[in-house]
């Protein structure tokens, strides 16, 4: 299919392993219109008036959730959130009645969030119309982070082929750093990949186009970007690392870690932050940082995504 003939209408967002870097580039080119949209004096377009978004979230979020919501007010949809605290999920109702349940409201797309790994891809089996659109499923994926991730990378780098981008910290439980590998792997981006030892999985030794080091300066070293990851602590089992102080001393990202990199590196983490864990509160806030603008990008890339996904692209 030639560039002009890419069209994401109707297509599920479940993992970045289903999109072709054409695709990719389509949604990234999209979230570049809708940046503008979003520095507008009046925010509201009629892309998607008539059009319905649930989001059903059974794990927290502050970021995800509400940038989707505000994406798809910014474009005239009527949004609706369902939390699992506060919806008959308490009463034990399963996914599938859940899905089947907001299927029959007509809603056109349904944003989730669940614990378990596959659970979106259960999700769009379970429902006919609606479109899935994963947001965080288990330690998956999380499509929506990764494509703003590139949208972020590409703003200030001009361009994704050849980057050396380092992923550092806990990779066992984290989506983000899978849908970066699917996605970053398929734009052309060299990742090198750091972490303890006991949170590294196994089967990222084979993969191709990741470089997993033993030590964090051999992953930074050079690099034009690095996002570091979260330790998330809810999902941890005990014994994955001695203790704070020796994690952050290891592998905290700080001033003197960031010397090692390209002198424009772009530092990323998509949040919540253990600022002082895996990274210093001078590096968060610091020349470097893009992890702010990666919460405006991240409205931007989830207005391009309900775009192409329910009108294929018109604006
Ligand atoms: C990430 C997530 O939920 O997977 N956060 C996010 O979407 N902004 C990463 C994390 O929780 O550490």
Known sequence: MGKNQVSLFGKDVLDLKYFSPEEIG?????????KNIIHRDIKKVPTLRGKSVVTVFYEPSTRTRTSFETAGKYLGA???????????????????????????????????????????????????????????????????????NLFTLMEH????????????????HSRVARSDIWGMRQMGIELHLAGPKTMMPRFLYEEPGVVIHDNVEDAIRGADAIEVLRI????????????????????GINDERLKLAKKDVLVLHPGPMNKGLEISPYVAYGEHTAIQEQVENGVAVRMALLTLVLTGGSK
């Open 26 to 34: 389509l949604v990234l080119e999209t979230a570049k219109e809708m």
């Open 78 to 148: 009527d949004v609706v959130n369902i939390t699992a605290g506060t919806s008959s999920i308490v009463k034990g109702e399963s996914l599938r009645d859940t899905m089947l349940t907001v299927q029959e409201m007509g809603f056109d797309a349904i944003v989730m969030r669940h614990k378990a790994d596959g659970a979106a891809e259960y999700a769009a089996k379970v429902v006919d119309h609606p479109v899935i659109i994963n947001a965080g499923d288990g330690a998956h994926a999380h499509p929506s982070q990764g494509l703003l």
């Open 157 to 172: 780098k001009g361009h994704l082929e050849g980057l050396k981008v380092a992923v550092v910290g806990d990779i066992l």
């Open 232 to 251: 998330q602590l809810e999902r941890m089992k005990a014994g994955l690392f001695p203790t704070r102080r020796e994690y952050a001393r290891i592998y």
